[in-house]
């Protein structure tokens, strides 16, 4: 039987979120919340940041999945596209002001 809203994740029960680019359910801790700040989407490394946010597995192929399926807007629910740079600069490990 399939769970609903709650993984198994070592012994204890977790928040199951969705990576927007892989599709794939898992533990909310395993992935990185992002969010949309006027026309740039950034990482929200202590998860307080107001807004709608979207998760994302910490892993370029993921951010290059939902770059090319455009799930940014959609997940955002914007028009148009979104800057991705500062995401992207965390992924590479580059030294940035991210939020």
Do not use: I, W
């Not at 533990?27 to 969010?35: D, F, N």
């Not at 202590?46 to 192929?61: D, E, V």
């Not at 959609?74 to 800057?83: N, Q």
Request: net charge positive; with cysteine; proline share 8%.
């Amino acid at each position: 039987m399939r769970q609903r809203g709650k993984l198994e994740y070592g012994g204890h029960a977790a928040p199951q979120r969705t990576c927007v680019g892989c599709r794939v359910r898992t533990a909310k801790s395993e992935l990185l919340r992002l969010v949309q700040v006027e026309d740039q989407v950034v990482p929200d490394l202590r998860g307080q940041l107001p807004g709608r946010g979207a998760s994302l597995h910490p892993a370029l192929s993921c951010l290059e999945l939902a770059e090319r399926r455009r799930a940014f807007p959609r997940a955002f629910r914007v028009p148009g596209p979104l800057d991705v740079s500062r995401v992207r600069a965390h992924l590479e490990g580059e030294p940035r002001n991210v939020m």
